[in-house]
C-alpha cells in the first residue's frame, strides 16, 4: 500500500495528528495483546512526542502509560544522561512529566571507550549491547508502531544511505560503529525489523526536509534509506509532515 502523507498546518496540528494516531495504535495493540510496543527515535522526536501526548489536553488523558513498552529504533553509544542519548531525550521531554512507563536503555554497564567515540572503545562490549538489545524485543520482533525520523541525508533509524547495514538480513538489532553522523556507535533496529512492524509513521518538519521529500515522493530515490523505509509492503505507513517540509513537492 502507498504510504500516507497527513499534512499539518502547525507543529501543534502536526504534534496531534501523530498522537492521534499514537492513540489509535495503542488501543489496537491493547485490545489484542494487552500492552502497547512502540519504539522511538531521537532528533525532534521528544519535543513532538511532548507536544502530543503531554501538553495536548485531549490526547494525554487518552495515554495508558501502564501498557506501554518503549524501544529506541536507534540509540548512540553514550550514558543515558549523555546530551546525545535519545533515551535522555524522551526522558526529559516525556518520562519525566508522565507516570512510570517500561522503557528499555541500552546496558549502560557494558559502555566502554568514550561518549561514542571509536577511540578505547571494545567492539565486543558494543557488539553485545547491540545483542542484548534484539533479545529485549517480544519473541516475534513485532512491534506495533514505530516513530521515525528522517535526516537530510535521507537517513532513517541509523540507517544510512550506502552503509552495508542496509542488507541486513537476520539480525533485528545490529550495531553500528561507523555512523556518518556523529557519534560513530550507535544501535540501530534493521530492515528486517522494520517489515514486521504493525505500523510506520516518519515525523518531518521543516522546509530544510523538502529537497529530501522531493527525491523520495517525486523522484523516487531508491538510495535513501527512508524511502525504502517508505516502500515497504508488511506495515502500514504513515508520514506526518508540516506545509514546509512538503512545499513544491507533489504527493
Ligand atoms: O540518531 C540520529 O541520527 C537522529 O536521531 C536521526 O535518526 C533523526 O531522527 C533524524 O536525523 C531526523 O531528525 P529531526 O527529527 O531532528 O529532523
Known amino acids: ?21 499514537v492513540i489509535k495504535h495503542q488501543d489496537i495493540a491493547i485490545a489484542e495483546s494487552g500492552v502497547f510496543r512502540i519504539a ?24 495508558k502509560w501502564d501498557k506501554w513498552e518503549v524501544y529506541f529504533s536507534d540509540e548512540r553509544l553514550v550514558p543515558l544522561d549523555h546530551p546525545e542519548s535519545n533515551y535522555g531525550l524522551l526522558k526529559q521531554n516525556v518520562l519525566d512529566h508522565v507516570p512510570k512507563v517500561v522503557v528499555h536503555p541500552i546496558d549502560v554497564s557494558l559502555l566502554t571507550g568514550k561518549e561514542g567515540e571509536l577511540a578505547g572503545a571494545d567492539e565486543a562490549k558494543d557488539q553485545e549491547i547491540a545483542d542484548k538489545y ?21 537517513h532513517t533509524c541509523s540507517l544510512f544511505p550506502g552503509h552495508p547495514l542496509l542488507e541486513e538480513k537476520s539480525k533485528l538489532v545490529a550495531l553500528i560503529r561507523d555512523s556518518p553522523k556523529p557519534p560513530p556507535r550507535r544501535i540501530s533496529v534493521t530492515f528486517p525489523l522494520l517489515a514486521k512492524a504493525t505500523s510506520l509513521a516518519f515525523i518531518a518538519e521543516g522546509e530544510g526536509k523538502a529537497p529530501t521529500l522531493k527525491k523520495i515522493f517525486e523522484e523516487g530515490d531508491t538510495s535513501l534509506p527512508s524511502k525504502l523505509v517508505s516502500d515497504l509492503v508488511g506495515p502500514e505507513v504513515v508520514w506526518f509532515v508540516n506545509e514546509p517540509a512538503v512545499k513544491g513537492v507533489k504527493l
Open 134 to 154: 534484539a533479545e529485549l524485543l517480544p519473541k516475534d520482533g513485532k512491534l506495533d508502531l514505530l516513530l521515525l525520523g528522517c535526516g537530510p541525508d535521507g
Open 40 to 63: 522511538v527515535s531521537g532528533g525532534s522526536m521528544g519535543k513532538v512526542l511532548k507536544k502530543a501526548l503531554v501538553d495536548d489536553k485531549q490526547i494525554a488523558p487518552l495515554v
Open 1 to 21: 500500500m502507498a504510504p500516507v502523507v497527513s499534512v499539518g498546518t502547525s507543529s501543534e496540528d502536526v504534534a496531534a495528528r501523530v498522537g492521534h494516531h
